[in-house]
Every structure is written in structure tokens, then in C-alpha cells.
């Protein structure tokens, strides 16, 4: 006579096997997330994906532009190399260009009140050109904000303030390391100012309970039209939400 299951050993039967499938189920996903993040690094050689990335950096800068390289970090960070305007750099006229861009990314940004997913952005060998348009306003308008208010920093102002920009307003809340830049201003009559040797650093520090942004700017010479130059400049100060204050 053939013999039947209890209900108490279906039970235990139904219990072991969702228990060994446990084990099965977690390495398919860890072996599905590693494909997955090898794609990543792989595609973010590809040519498609250069000209992906080209395109987003020209919607932000606003100008049409040209990477010549891109390719991205264990961390899957994004490094953007020998970055310009594709017509090129001329004296007089707006244009920016870089040896090297890095964007690291963090999701625990986006869930923080006006986070972002940028979580820092580091630039080497940068050159930034900016000119007058008609209206009396600095271009590439994408960047001029913040480079007035990197310029206020360092003792270059101008009557005329830019409207901070989608970058503008990012470029002022993140960490940004910079290195060996370099930014001229430009009117009809010539050169307005000139910041050379600009090194940048910043990061987040706590004070009691809230997280500010610190920073330090230094630049070999800076020159304004009708000003004496100075050499060697440095300042300190924390960025708290839209304020700065001078250390």
C-alpha cells in the first residue's frame, strides 16, 4: 500500500526547498548586478557613449562642445578628458576648455532637501573665456555666475551680476576641486580681468549639527583693467546654503 505525506512533512518538504532556492536566488542577483556593472564600465568606453556624453555637456554649457575621451572608475565615477568648444578657443570671444573633468556620483544625495546626485566634481587644466553678448551679459551664461562669484572671492567684481544657472547654482553647493585654471573676461575694448593659477579645494565639515561646505581658493595673479595686480592670493571661507562666510 503506498504510503501518503503528513501535512507536517509537505510542510517541512516546502520549507528545506525555499530555503536551498535562498542561496541560488542571491548569487543570480549578484551575478546579474556584476554583468550589469561591467557593461557600465565597458559602454562608458564606446564611441556611443562619448557622443551621448558630449551631447548632455553641450544642453549644459550651452554651447556646442567636443570630448575627446571618456571613460569611467571602479566606482563608476565619470571622467570626461580633453574637454573644449568645438569651434575652439579665441581671444575675445567665450569658449572653455579642460584637460580633465570628474563627476562621482552619489544616489544618497537625491534624498537630502535640494540634494543632488553630484556628489563632487574635479577639474584639471581648465581655461574659461567669457565674453559680452549684446544684452551686456556674460557667456557661456551657464557658468558666468559662478565664475563672478569665484571672482568676487579672489577681489574681481562686476557691476553686472549673471543669473545663476542650473550649473551655476551646482558648481556653488558641491565640493569642487580645481586645478591649474585659468579665467579671462573680455568687452570690445579687450581684456576686463584675468584669474590665473586658481587652485580649489572644498569639502563637507559639521558644525553642531549641520553640514557645511568648506572652502579654500588661492591664485597665483589677478588682474582687473585700471587695478593694480595682485600675486598670491588666498581666501577661506564656509558656504552655508547661500551665504559665505570669510574665515
Known amino acids: ?38 557593461a557600465a564600465l565597458l559602454a562608458a568606453r564606446t564611441d556611443g557613449f562619448r557622443s551621448y556624453a558630449q ?7 550651452g554651447m556646442p562642445m567636443r570630448v575627446e575621451r571618456v571613460r569611467a572608475t571602479p566606482a563608476l565615477s565619470l571622467i570626461l578628458e580633453k574637454v573644449s568648444c568645438a569651434d ?32 563632487k566634481i574635479e577639474m584639471q587644466d581648465v581655461y574659461l573665456s567669457l565674453g ?14 559662478f565664475a563672478e562669484e569665484l571672482g568676487s572671492w579672489l577681489g574681481v567684481e562686476f557691476p553686472k551680476q549673471s543669473d ?13 576641486t580645481l586645478e591649474e585654471g585659468r579665467m579671462v573676461w573680455w568687452d570690445g575694448e579687450g581684456e576686463v580681468a584675468q584669474i590665473a593659477g ?11 549639527r549641520r553640514e557645511v561646505l568648506y572652502r579654500r581658493v588661492t591664485a597665483e595673479g589677478v588682474a582687473m583693467r585700471g587695478r ?3 600675486q598670491n592670493v588666498e581666501v577661506e571661507f564656509l558656504r552655508v546654503g547661500d551665504r559665505t562666510i570669510t574665515l
Open 164 to 176: 545663476k544657472s542650473d550649473l551655476s547654482r551646482l558648481m556653488s553647493k558641491v565640493p569642487l
Open 198 to 208: 586658481i587652485t580649489a579645494e572644498s569639502g563637507p565639515v559639521i558644525i553642531g
Open 228 to 230: 593694480q595686480r595682485a
Open 1 to 38: 500500500m503506498a504510503s501518503r505525506r503528513s501535512a507536517k512533512q509537505d510542510a517541512d518538504w516546502d520549507e528545506g526547498r525555499t530555503g536551498c532556492l535562498g542561496p541560488h536566488i542571491l548569487i543570480v542577483t549578484l551575478l546579474l548586478l556584476g554583468i550589469f556593472y561591467a
Open 88 to 119: 575652439g578657443l579665441t581671444a575675445g570671444r567665450p569658449g572653455l576648455q579642460a584637460g580633465k573633468v570628474v563627476v562621482a556620483w552619489s544616489l544618497d544625495g537625491l534624498f537630502k532637501k535640494n540634494g543632488s546626485a553630484v556628489r
Open 132 to 145: 559680452l553678448n549684446d544684452k551686456g551679459s556674460w557667456e557661456p551664461a551657464s557658468v558666468a555666475a
Open 55 to 61: 551631447d548632455k555637456l553641450e544642453s549644459v554649457v
